[in-house]
């Protein structure tokens, strides 16, 4: 007698391929860190930057949902009113600066 019940044996495994995306968002949620606090000095620093910013290639760290993230040009414009770096495809918001650097 031949108990090999064929594919049926494998029928509950087939739920991890469901599964997929909901331990992707749990594995993404569980990365996410808090926003990281700047000192002073770092933040007269970028301030500086700004303040002097005639066109040249920066690179600016943001913290963005939990994650940091990085992005290097020039900035196509500082908005003092939406208080945000626009960059070509990106806008990041002044609040969520963690660094920024001339390149």
Do not use: H
């Amino acid at each position: 007698m031949n108990n090999d019940r064929g594919m049926a044996k494998w029928m509950p495994y087939k739920s991890l391929v469901d599964q997929t995306s909901s331990l992707a968002r749990m594995r993404y949620k569980k990365n996410k860190i808090e926003k990281p606090r700047i000192s002073n000095d770092k933040a007269e620093e970028m301030d500086e930057i700004l303040r002097d910013y005639s066109g040249e290639t920066v690179k600016a760290k943001y913290w963005e949902d939990g994650y940091i993230y990085e992005i290097e040009g020039p900035i196509l414009k500082i908005d003092v009113f939406e208080r945000v770096l626009r960059f070509i495809g990106k806008n990041v918001p002044l609040k969520n600066l963690v660094d920024l650097v001339r390149i």
